[in-house]
């Protein structure tokens, strides 16, 4: 039973020591192929950098929000991301808080102009919303390209971390 007892303490103990290394919830850790590295082997943006990056807007319906209600989501063009990390690959494989991940190909970035959404409607995205990030395309405005289950896969929610491949 001791032992038991001082595994527990040392485990606590090392979780605390542990957690100051772990992204807080809001930060975006991107790595992979990219040139510009701020953290370990890729570039930790912060919930602050993120919000002094420039805003653009997409105002558009989706199947999670009201229906009918277009919404104005606020955030990061890929493309300012993309700029910002040196990206060199030709996707991005974004990964959600729950482990969920999808590929979106720099094509996309291009075509549809996406977005790294961290409001909706004026409001901050939360966990519970959405949040922290939520990519967003202009679905109305390309809706009989993006209305499929494909392009409905990539609007990815609660995204921790965003991968540059070469694929």
Do not use: C
Request: glycine letters at 6%; zero cysteines; hydrophobic letters at 40%.
């Amino acid at each position: 039973m001791h032992e038991l007892k001082s595994l527990s303490i040392l485990f606590i103990v090392a979780m605390f020591f542990s957690a100051s290394s772990f992204a807080k919830i809001g930060d975006l850790y991107i790595d992979g192929d990219i040139a510009n590295k701020n953290h370990n082997d890729g570039y930790l943006l912060t919930a602050d950098d993120f919000n002094k990056l420039k805003k653009s807007h997409i105002k558009t319906t989706t199947s999670w929000t009201e229906p009918g209600h277009v919404v104005d989501f606020e955030g990061v063009k890929f493309k300012e991301l993309i700029t910002l990390v040196g990206a060199r690959g030709k996707t991005l494989r974004m990964r959600a808080l729950n482990d969920y991940w999808v590929d979106i190909p720099f094509s996309d970035v291009e075509k549809y102009d996406i977005l790294l959404a961290n409001k909706m409607d004026g409001n901050p995205l939360r966990l519970r919303n959405f949040g922290p990030y939520f990519v967003i395309y202009p679905l109305d405005q390309f809706y009989d390209q993006l209305n499929s289950p494909t392009y409905q896969a990539r609007h990815i929610w609660q995204v921790a971390s965003i991968t540059v491949i070469d694929k």
